[in-house]
């Protein structure tokens, strides 16, 4: 009774990945296409879901990095003024790092620049 119950079940499975349909009824191939169906929407759905937790992670991670960005940007305007810097209108941070850099003597010395400089991704000037 267990290998017919096998051997059904191993039928079932080879026709739902469409093999062996050539002995079925067309009402057993209507069954077998709602049962893809269903089974194909659950997929779908569940794809979807995944789809927009990862679109959901991303737009976490992108708020993140804008504060992020955003308190860079506090920190270098600090260091200007810290410096005697004052920001013109139209001033870029990357002018200000250089404009910072260029007026100290050691920038290596200096750990808040150096800092920014790592953080920031730039160079550091010789």
């Known amino acids: ?11 079932e499975l080879r026709q739902t990945r469409g093999e062996d349909l050539q002995g079925l009824s067309m009402e057993e191939l209507e069954k077998l296409e709602k049962i893809i169906e269903g089974s194909l929407c659950r997929v779908m759905e569940m794809k979807g879901d995944k789809i927009q937790m ?9 708020e993140q990095l804008m504060e992020e960005n955003q308190r ?5 305007m ?7 810097h004052l920001l013109e209108q139209g001033q870029s941070s990357d002018s200000i790092m250089t404009n910072i850099s260029s ?9 808040d620049n150096f800092c920014s400089f790592l953080t920031l991704g730039l160079p550091i000037p010789d």
Request: include cysteine.
């Open 78 to 84: 600090n260091l200007s003024k810290g410096q005697g």
């Open 103 to 111: 007026n100290s003597a050691n920038p290596r010395q200096d750990c």
């Open 1 to 11: 009774m267990l290998n017919k119950e096998i051997a059904e079940k191993t039928r």
């Open 72 to 76: 860079l940007k506090q920190k270098i």
């Open 54 to 62: 990862e679109i959901n992670a991303l737009e976490s991670k992108e």
